[in-house]
């Protein structure tokens, strides 16, 4: 039976792994929306409870395809979306966090889902030109109305936190996250655990490298994110290829796939972590609810804590033209 955790003070309690929706409509292969909505369908036969989407995600059209598949399951989900990027002409222009915007983002949203509240709002990406007490005030405002339930912060950073945190409670903070990528354990976990905030990585399986199927950046189809995406070229692909196989090793000891060793060493880093892995296949969904019986010991623990030699994987996080929308 899927166990539940909490995210947050406030009283959100989402299942243990969420599912993220973005693949389902963008960034990883022809989208087929039949396959999706019954993998969504079986998520929730198997006690996901927690679906991730966003209004970028398509842009607008994933939304939509998760407001299909939940009709009629409406009140056994949770929903979390998320605002904060101006859209022109089917494009992403750049952040866009200013009040009025926050409102009308939120309206969308619920028009394209297909319901009359959000439980979980986020911001997309920090708006360096609106100060986020403007912002979480606006937020704050549609949870009083009753349009919100609980309130998140997406890729923020120490100091946007906790000037967030002063305005309205956070119930979470999504970020990547995952024994290859651990750039929030130095300072942001400490924070969010000080602050009572939940954390919910997305990329919990590193874009594919930590299940075992990665490919190079150049034998992904044109329009994969996977093509521009740093870790995937050239001698940094053949590196990350290399830390990887102690992943294989001890899944193959432990009788598990790669992928669900890196989703159970998530789940042990604390009950205050929701990983949302993201796919579109049933048969992946069945594969990754499988990490809830992987027990990992103290020693697995360790093992799988120096992977990386340098400490992160080779090749940068984002390309520029992404990474600029990281608040650190």
Not at 31 to 37: A, K, L, N
Not at 57 to 70: C, Q
């Amino acid at each position: 039976m899927m166990t539940k955790r909490k995210l947050g003070r406030e009283g959100l309690e989402v299942s243990a792994l969420g599912l993220g929706c973005m693949g389902m409509s963008q960034s990883y292969g022809v989208p087929d929306d039949h396959e999706s909505i019954v993998t969504i369908h079986r998520a929730i036969e198997l006690g996901v409870t927690f679906f991730d989407t966003a209004a970028v995600y398509g842009p607008y059209t994933n939304e939509r395809l998760l407001g299909r598949a939940l009709k009629r399951r409406r009140d056994n989900v949770v929903i979390a979306t998320k605002f904060g990027f101006r859209i022109e002409k089917g494009k992403l222009v750049g952040p866009d966090s200013r009040p009025e915007r926050v409102r009308e983002a939120l309206e969308g949203s619920l028009r394209r889902l297909d319901t009359d509240y959000i439980d979980l709002f986020y911001q997309h990406r920090v708006d360096p030109a609106v100060p986020i007490e403007d912002v979480v005030g606006a937020m704050a405002e549609l949870v009083r109305e009753g349009k919100v339930r609980f309130l998140g912060l997406s890729e923020a950073g120490e100091r946007t936190i906790r000037r967030a945190q002063a305005v309205h409670p956070i119930s979470a903070l999504q970020s990547e996250y995952s024994f290859w990528e651990r750039n929030l354990e130095p300072r942001i976990i400490p924070l969010l655990r000080e602050l009572g905030i939940g954390l919910v990585p997305y990329c919990p399986l590193g874009r594919g490298f930590l299940t075992g199927t990665a490919k190079r950046a150049e034998e992904y189809p044109e329009g994969d994110f996977r093509r521009g995406d740093p870790r995937f070229q050239g001698e940094n692909f053949n590196a990350n290829m290399r830390a990887v196989a102690l992943v294989r090793e001890l899944a193959a000891q432990k009788g598990a796939t790669p992928g669900q060793v890196a989703l159970a060493w998530l789940l042990h880093r604390g009950d205050d972590i929701v990983p949302i892995p993201g796919t579109k296949r049933r048969s992946y969904i069945e594969e990754n609810l499988g990490a809830l019986e992987v027990k990992l010991t103290a020693e697995d623990m360790a093992q799988l804590d120096v992977l990386l030699p340098e400490g992160k994987p080779a090749g940068e996080r984002y390309a520029p033209h992404m990474a600029k929308f990281i608040d650190r």
